[in-house]
């Protein structure tokens, strides 16, 4: 029985992405940061208890790699006349885009699993609250489809690979690094970068996930997540909205 359209969209999104150069990015990267950053840092003396803090951030930076999954698949399948073909099938514009949203949650779900089971191998410890996990992985799938929002819109209105890249680069620098993935947030940072800080969902969904994989979710965390519900259903309007406007090729 042939898979319904949908389903064949998002088969092909994730077999395109799991060779092994994209694997190392989406999966190496952050398990590199986790192992290297996790134990470097404890060098100084702090054991385990900085690997404990900084594996729940690397789960989280988990839903900024899966959304550029869609934002480089629709720039890539725009510029090489994928998606003009695709179209011309049995395929519609709001298919191709679920597809890539779907297909973004899942690479969010799958990272994050790979840094849990990482993180056990490391820590020796896992969350033991259904409810934690609740939280840990609806987090990141609403990261997932925030982030995926993001480089789509990203993608729908750049027409230059270099671009593209830049932006996208640029981008994931940023929400890193100015979040709370690696380290709390100081009271002793200058103002712009507390505001930046403050202002980046990678922070709410950070603070979330460490919040329930600890075992101290508060009601910060919770409002929050509130909030970032709030960003991403924006995001994913004005990525409906440009993707929709947008030419299928740039040919």
């Known amino acids: 029985m042939p898979l319904p359209n949908l389903l064949r969209l998002v088969y092909r999104n994730i077999k395109v992405n799991t060779d092994p150069g994209s694997l190392i990015i989406l999966i190496g990267l952050p398990g590199m940061y986790l192992v290297f950053f996790g134990y470097g840092f404890s060098a100084g003396g702090s054991g385990t208890v900085y690997l404990a803090f900084l594996t729940p951030g690397i789960m989280s930076f988990q839903s900024v790699m899966a959304g550029t999954v869609g934002g480089s698949m629709l720039w890539a399948d725009r510029r090489w006349g994928m998606l003009a073909q695709l179209l011309s099938g049995p395929f519609t514009r709001l298919q191709y885009l679920l597809g890539i949203l779907l297909t973004s949650m899942l690479f969010g779900l799958g990272g994050a699993a790979v840094m849990l089971a990482v993180a056990f191998s490391l820590l020796h410890s896992l969350p033991t609250d259904p409810v934690a996990y609740g939280v840990i992985f609806g987090s990141i799938v609403v990261g997932s489809i925030f982030f995926g929002s993001l480089m789509l819109l990203i993608s729908a209105l750049v027409k230059s690979n270099t671009a593209y890249n830049s932006i996208q680069i640029l981008m994931i620098f940023i929400v890193n690094f100015a979040s ?54 924006i995001a994913l309007f004005l990525a409906i909205r440009s993707y929709m406007r947008s030419d299928v090729s740039y040919e």
């Not at 712009?192 to 508060?218: C, E, M, S």
């Not at 965390?221 to 509130?226: A, G, K």
């Open 180 to 233: 709370t993935v690696f380290y709390p947030l100081s009271a002793g940072l200058p103002v712009v970068l507390k505001a930046l800080f403050n202002a980046n969902p990678l922070t709410y969904i950070a603070d979330a996930v460490r919040g329930a994989y600890q075992g101290h979710l508060t009601a910060l965390d919770v409002y929050q997540l509130l909030i970032l519900g709030a960003e991403t259903a």
